[in-house]
């Protein structure tokens, strides 16, 4: 079993900042890339932030300049800074996971969190 658990989220005013964090726990070999996506009702998720086991970094356009990602191999979590936040980035944020269970088979699946809700007041 498998488990990914994100927390942080809450209500900030715009400008402000907030710190997400995201753990994968459970049955795990190793982990390849995490990241973060968001989605607000009625549109697709979109990425905001990913980051690879070597600390490699990619981020959505919404997220340039004003969010950071790293993460805590040892820790097996992942962190989503979020400076400068506006009304625009109110959504839920979730955490993915890129993980390999198995160590004969190898095979990288894709868990995800149950969100965290970010909500930026104007």
């Known amino acids: 079993q498998v488990q990914v658990m994100e927390s942080g989220g809450g209500l900030v005013q715009a400008g402000g900042s907030l710190r997400l964090s995201c753990t994968a726990s459970g049955s795990i070999f190793s982990i390849n890339a995490m990241a973060w996506y968001r989605q607000v009702p009625g549109k697709q998720r979109e990425l905001v932030a990913i980051?690879?086991?070597?600390?490699?970094?990619n981020f959505g356009d919404s997220a340039k300049g004003r969010f950071t990602i790293s993460r805590d191999n040892a820790k097996n979590t992942v962190y989503l800074q979020m400076s400068s936040l506006k009304p625009d980035d109110t959504a839920v944020y979730y955490c993915?996971?890129?993980?390999?269970?198995?160590?004969?088979?190898?095979?990288?699946?894709?868990?995800w969190g149950q969100g965290t809700q970010v909500t930026v007041s104007s």
């Open positions: 980051i690879t086991s070597s600390g490699r970094a």
């Open positions: 993915a996971a890129d993980l390999v269970t198995s160590s004969s088979s190898r095979a990288i699946d894709r868990y």
